[in-house]
């Protein structure tokens, strides 16, 4: 239960950071700089040309133009500047919304799978401590059904010259022994019953896990890619 209030609260922290930042993705112009550490803005298409301005990621832009053969773009800042970028570093601010959208979207899903599972797992352990209960309360009625056999067989034995009760304590016997033998048999299909039902909480709790874990390795691969890129 711990695991599973951290993994929410994670969550719905990342779902708060996503919601913030695709806010500031909204407030920018048709383009901006790609999510690199910094880009250099230079006078000219090439290295050799002067750097005028280290531009941070977020940056916005007005794309002039594409030169595909350079690989540089022509833009220019809110403050007028003008100068080129690679053009690997700029993107275009509706792809961007789409993928937002689409993470939140998945990161909401997990949210609401991980809330269902939780109380799935709540009720399930209910569940089982009601079982637990059945299972000791039939554990000691069977314990003492075997003293009940024990002394019947006990008496029996003392009384062997009367011959009719000896009869019907046989019967007892017999019966008692068909009472425990069916005790014995509700207690194992209780057994069977509770460790089918922790079976399932383990596969309901490893499929929340796996979810989570195609989303957020995604996250940090695409930030890695970022970075190398540049």
Same mark, same amino acid.
């Given at each position: 239960?711990?695991?599973?209030?951290?993994?929410?609260?994670? +969550?719905?922290?990342?779902?708060?950071? !996503?919601?913030?930042?695709?806010? *500031?993705?909204? %407030?920018?112009?048709?383009?901006?700089?790609?999510?690199?550490?910094?880009?250099? /803005?230079?006078?000219?298409?090439?290295?050799?040309?002067?750097?005028?301005? +280290?531009?941070?990621? &977020?940056?916005?832009?007005?794309?002039?133009?594409?030169?595909?053969?350079?690989?540089?773009?022509?833009?220019? *800042?809110?403050?007028?500047?003008?100068?080129?970028?690679?053009?690997?570093? #700029?993107?275009?601010?509706?792809?961007?919304?789409?993928?937002?959208?689409?993470?939140?979207?998945?990161?909401?899903? *997990?949210?609401?799978?991980?809330?269902? *599972?939780?109380?799935?797992?709540?009720?399930?352990?209910?569940?089982?401590?009601? /079982?637990?209960?059945?299972?000791? %309360?039939?554990?000691?009625?069977?314990?003492? !059904? %075997?003293?009940? !056999?024990?002394? #019947?067989?006990? #008496? @029996?034995?003392?009384?062997?010259?009367?011959?009719? $009760?000896?009869?019907?304590?046989?019967?007892?016997?017999?019966?008692? $022994?068909?009472?425990?033998?069916?005790?014995?048999?509700?207690?194992?299909?209780?057994?069977?019953?509770?460790?089918?039902?922790?079976?399932?909480?383990?596969?309901?709790?490893? &499929?929340?896990?796996?979810?989570?874990?195609?989303? +957020?390795?995604?996250?940090?691969?695409?930030?890695?890619? @970022?970075?190398? @890129?540049?």
């Amino acid at each position: 239960m711990i695991v599973l209030a951290y993994r929410q609260g994670a +969550l719905q922290m990342l779902l708060l950071s !996503l919601a913030l930042a695709f806010s *500031l993705a909204a %407030a920018e112009e048709a383009s901006y700089v790609t999510n690199t550490k910094e880009v250099h /803005l230079r006078a000219g298409q090439g290295t050799e040309y002067k750097i005028l301005r +280290l531009l941070p990621s &977020g940056t916005p832009l007005t794309l002039i133009e594409h030169d595909t053969k350079s690989g540089y773009s022509k833009v220019r *800042l809110r403050d007028g500047t003008v100068g080129w970028v690679l053009t690997r570093h #700029i993107s275009d601010e509706r792809s961007c919304r789409i993928q937002l959208q689409s993470l939140s979207d998945k990161i909401q899903t *997990l949210t609401m799978e991980n809330n269902r *599972l939780a109380q799935e797992l709540s009720n399930l352990q209910n569940q089982k401590n009601t /079982l637990s209960a059945e299972h000791s %309360a039939l554990a000691e009625r069977a314990n003492q !059904l %075997a003293i009940e !056999l024990n002394r #019947i067989r006990a #008496i @029996s034995g003392n009384t062997l010259a009367i011959e009719d $009760e000896r009869n019907q304590l046989r019967e007892r016997v017999i019966a008692l $022994e068909r009472d425990l033998n069916q005790l014995k048999l509700e207690n194992q299909t209780l057994s069977q019953e509770q460790s089918q039902r922790w079976f399932l909480i383990g596969a309901g709790v490893l &499929g929340g896990g796996i979810l989570a874990g195609l989303i +957020l390795p995604r996250l940090t691969w695409r930030r890695r890619h @970022s970075w190398s @890129s540049f």
